[in-house]
């Protein structure tokens, strides 16, 4: 076996049902058993189960939880035991979020409103980057894991490589931070933002709360410091750094110009669609959304509802499944569903949901077909990105039953405590 990449740190000892399921497990996974159900009593100490099965297993590990609360008590867990590996807590970025909706029994349309947490978007970006640059990752994530996120190839293409010595100039650098979307600033740096001050550039890395001091002598970097941003402190003097851009949704010129030719092109498409069927008000109101956004994208490169272009922007076919959290994971991995019997329904129906709400906006000629490609994976297309799973519920559902290889119970707690007699 490779070299352990997992070290799991505790205070206690596997006990009670647990070492009879962590072996189970383990020989499952070893045999090339595909879905496997861990069926643990609650108390019985699950967790702490899987945690030695992923030190053992040495995998990067994607954990899914059907809720963000669980997400984040899981993602505390993971920490604890695992204090050197690389855990990231990955949920959906949106405080508030309404989607754009129609409704054509009271003719009322809906834009969508969203506010994003900007912690948690540092945070989804610490995920991608540490699932580009370590081995030892374990993601816990909601059913957000399914939704689009942009072109792991594109996100790590265009990322920065500053080492002391590079022949790179203060004003090609922030240019350079400009073309990967950081903003600039004067006033406090948050995380995807930077300033100059004299002959150095301070810039906030989109996935952390430090910042690195870049000083330059003679069109060369000179000094490259690691610098608390509160205390001013240096925390360390580093020789060379990654910079990944401040957005997942990365493109090139060339697509861009591209994306506008197919846009084009599927709106002319669109208009003899309803200029045949008569629907002359729907054929009125995609032309004038559609040449609206074009032309804001042209001029700024960006407009509202850009998400509902994406596969234009991202070179897929109609239908194809967009890029995911799971498309960052470069290798075989393992896979968690925690509390199975509640987030394999929720993966299930997520894709349904959101078809209806887009198939209305596309009839009644509030959106291009191709909006109907930006959406969440199927679940037949999420069975196919992932590799071995394991389903971890106290009541684990039919599916779960039906799909497994095997079942392994875990019902005896380490604590050697039993549920109280009911008379």
Same mark, same amino acid.
């Given at each position: 076996m490779k070299n352990k990449v997992f070290k799991l740190k505790s205070d206690y000892k596997p006990d009670g049902d647990q070492p009879k399921a962590i072996s189970q497990l383990l020989e499952g996974l070893e045999k090339g058993m595909k879905k496997q159900t861990l069926l643990g009593a609650t108390g019985t100490g699950k967790t702490f189960t899987i &945690?030695? /099965?992923?030190?053992?297993?040495? +995998? $990067?590990? @994607? /954990?899914i939880a059907h809720n963000k609360t669980l997400a984040a008590q899981l993602a505390q867990e993971f920490r604890e035991f695992f204090p050197d590996a690389a855990v990231h807590y990955f949920v959906s970025y949106y405080d508030y979020y309404q989607p754009e909706a129609y409704m054509p029994v009271t003719d009322t349309y809906i834009e969508k409103d969203? !506010? *994003?947490? +900007?912690?948690i978007d540092r945070l989804r970006h610490a995920t991608t980057q540490s699932l =580009? #640059?370590? $081995?030892?990752? *374990?993601?816990? &994530? #909601?059913? #957000?894991?399914i939704y689009g996120l942009g072109s792991p190839e594109e996100y790590e293409k265009v990322n920065l490589k500053l080492e002391i010595g590079s022949k790179i100039g203060r004003t090609d650098l922030m240019r350079r931070l400009l073309g990967v979307h950081f903003e600039r600033t004067n006033a406090d740096l948050n995380p995807g933002t930077f300033r100059s001050i004299g002959d150095r550039v301070e810039v906030m890395p989109i996935s952390e709360t430090f910042v690195y001091q870049i000083e330059f002598l003679n069109s060369k970097i000179s000094k490259i410091l690691r610098v608390d941003p509160v205390s001013a402190h240096v925390l360390k003097e580093e020789t060379g750094i990654? =910079?990944? $851009? &401040?957005k997942h949704f990365i493109t090139d010129k060339e697509m861009v110009a591209s994306a506008v030719k197919?846009? +084009? @092109?599927? =709106?002319? !498409?669109?208009?003899k669609k309803f200029d045949k069927e008569g629907k002359l008000l729907e054929s009125e109101r995609i032309k004038r959304r559609t040449n609206y956004d074009l032309a804001m994208i042209k001029e700024v490169g960006y407009c509202n509802g850009i998400e509902n272009y994406s596969r234009h922007f991202s070179g897929k076919k109609e239908g194809e499944a967009p890029d995911t959290l799971l498309s960052y994971f470069k290798n075989d991995f393992l896979t968690i569903i925690d509390e199975s019997h509640v987030t394999l329904p929720q993966l299930g129906g997520m894709y349904a949901g959101d078809a209806s709400r887009k198939k209305t906006l596309v009839d009644f000629g509030f959106r291009l077909p191709s909006a109907k490609d930006n959406r969440p994976l199927k679940y037949d297309e999420f069975e196919k990105r992932i590799g071995d799973v394991i389903y971890v519920s106290a009541t684990p559902g039919e599916q779960e039953r039906s799909l497994s290889n095997q079942i392994v119970e875990q019902i005896i707690r380490p604590t050697g405590l039993i549920d109280p007699e009911i008379l």
């Open positions: &945690a030695n /099965v992923i030190e053992e297993w040495n +995998k $990067p590990t @994607l /954990v969203a !506010q *994003i947490n +900007k912690e =580009l #640059s370590r $081995p030892d990752v *374990i993601i816990v &994530a #909601s059913v #957000s894991c990654f =910079l990944f $851009p &401040a197919n846009i +084009k @092109l599927e =709106l002319t !498409q669109q208009l």
